[in-house]
């Protein structure tokens, strides 16, 4: 039955609240329109709609010196796309430069340079140094400026060691350091005259030299000392090298020529030369045949220390005869 507001019964409150309704929808699709934009510009920031090309990234500025492989790792990671201009070796440049903001995808161009060609280090140990420097050369290597040291087992002038070492792989131009022989260390031999032999030779031990002992007469050192080595003090040696001292065994003992009878001169060059001292007394004569000769000698027909003295008597003719017998000795 139709109501008092005819037909479809259009009472106010109905109106009401129809209207009501209508403005709840308007601000439904408002509001999804405005979600919808901004799901619409978050999907474009993350790449979900259309292409990337509007997310930005920085190119990194510690690239270049690296090797291109990292550094291709390191781009792709950030959603770039790296083209190089070698697939091994170091980046020294890249296109846009480090430091440039691109859009994500963007190509970026590495530019390379190549590693270097690889050679192993010959071994050149033992070898003289001309030669050694020589193989380096060669095999495509730089050698350096040499050290030197002493060595026990390598001669002089040859190799020790090099760095890099022998078998290692380097970069051809690669500069090799050799270690050059000196030979053994040197050691100045100190004067051991007049010390005691065990004394003398621990010193000389503790030089690294070696030791060995000999005797010999000496009028200048008392016996048991040592009187010399061999070489001599002051010369320098090999370390390791022998070195003999020489031990006094006493004066030399020398046999004493008998010049009674022979003229002053004769005798005092005879004794002289045996190794004497010769010390002359005038002893008087009445024999005219013995003045100037050697009457007496001390000592005589014996041995005696070399250096040692002997007294001679020289006949001194006294003006007068007699018939006694001539003095003996």
Same mark, same amino acid.
């Given at each position: 039955?139709?109501?008092?507001?005819?037909?479809?019964?259009?009472?106010?409150?109905?109106?009401?609240?129809?209207?009501?309704?209508?403005?709840?929808?308007?601000?439904?699709?408002?509001?999804?329109?405005?979600?919808?934009?901004?799901?619409?510009?978050?999907?474009?920031?993350?790449?979900?709609?259309?292409? *990337?090309?509007?997310?930005?990234? !920085?190119?990194? *500025?510690?690239?270049?010196?690296? #090797?291109?492989?990292?550094? &291709?790792?390191? /781009? &792709?990671?950030?959603?770039?796309?790296?083209?190089?201009?070698?697939?091994?070796?170091?980046?020294?440049?890249?296109?846009?430069?480090?430091?440039?903001?691109?859009?994500?995808?963007?190509?970026?161009?590495?530019?390379?340079?190549?590693?270097?060609?690889?050679? #192993?280090?010959?071994?050149?140990?033992?070898?003289?140094? &001309?030669? $050694?420097?020589?193989?380096?050369?060669?095999?495509?290597?730089? @050698?350096? !400026?040499?050290?030197?040291?002493?060595?026990?087992?390598? #001669?002089?002038?040859?190799?020790?060691?090099?760095?890099?070492?022998?078998?290692? +792989?380097?970069?051809?131009?690669?500069?090799?350091?050799?270690?050059?022989?000196?030979?053994?260390?040197?050691?100045?031999? @100190?004067?051991? =005259?007049?010390?005691? #032999?065990?004394?003398?030779?621990?010193?000389?031990?503790? /030089?690294?030299?070696?030791?060995?002992? =000999?005797?010999?007469?000496?009028? $200048?050192?008392?016996?048991?000392?040592? !009187?010399?080595?061999?070489?001599? =003090?002051? *010369? +320098?040696?090999?370390?390791?090298? +022998?070195?003999?001292?020489?031990?006094?065994?006493? =004066?030399?003992?020398? $046999?004493?020529?008998?010049?009674?009878? &022979?003229?002053?001169?004769?005798?005092?060059?005879?004794?002289?030369?045996?190794?004497?001292?010769?010390?002359?007394?005038?002893? *008087?004569?009445?024999?005219?045949?013995?003045?100037?000769?050697?009457?007496?000698?001390?000592?005589?027909?014996?041995? $005696?220390?070399?250096? +040692?003295?002997?007294?001679?008597?020289?006949?001194?003719?006294?003006?007068? !005869?007699?018939?006694?017998?001539?003095?003996?000795?």
């Amino acid at each position: 039955m139709p109501g008092p507001y005819g037909p479809g019964d259009g009472s106010p409150e109905l109106a009401t609240t129809r209207r009501r309704s209508g403005a709840y929808v308007v601000v439904l699709v408002v509001m999804l329109a405005i979600l919808g934009g901004l799901l619409f510009l978050l999907g474009k920031q993350l790449g979900v709609f259309g292409t *990337t090309s509007t997310a930005q990234v !920085t190119i990194p *500025t510690d690239i270049v010196g690296n #090797p291109v492989a990292d550094v &291709q790792t390191e /781009l &792709q990671a950030l959603g770039l796309d790296p083209k190089a201009s070698s697939p091994a070796g170091t980046v020294i440049g890249s296109d846009p430069k480090p430091g440039t903001t691109v859009a994500k995808g963007s190509t970026v161009n590495l530019t390379v340079e190549p590693a270097p060609v690889q050679v #192993p280090v010959p071994d050149v140990r033992n070898q003289d140094q &001309q030669t $050694a420097e020589n193989t380096l050369r060669s095999a495509g290597l730089s @050698p350096g !400026t040499p050290i030197t040291q002493n060595s026990d087992t390598v #001669p002089a002038g040859s190799v020790i060691s090099e760095n890099p070492t022998q078998g290692t +792989s380097v970069a051809k131009g690669t500069q090799v350091v050799l270690t050059i022989s000196l030979g053994k260390a040197q050691v100045k031999i @100190p004067d051991e =005259a007049g010390k005691d #032999p065990t004394v003398a030779g621990a010193e000389l031990g503790a /030089l690294n030299l070696k030791v060995t002992s =000999a005797n010999e007469a000496s009028n $200048a050192e008392p016996a048991g000392k040592v !009187t010399r080595t061999n070489p001599a =003090a002051g *010369t +320098s040696v090999a370390a390791g090298s +022998s070195v003999t001292i020489y031990v006094s065994s006493g =004066a030399q003992q020398v $046999a004493v020529p008998d010049e009674r009878g &022979q003229s002053e001169a004769t005798a005092r060059a005879a004794l002289q030369g045996a190794g004497f001292v010769v010390v002359s007394t005038n002893r *008087t004569t009445t024999d005219p045949t013995k003045d100037g000769t050697v009457i007496t000698q001390n000592p005589v027909g014996s041995t $005696a220390p070399k250096g +040692s003295t002997v007294t001679i008597g020289v006949g001194k003719f006294s003006g007068t !005869t007699s018939t006694s017998a001539p003095p003996t000795t």
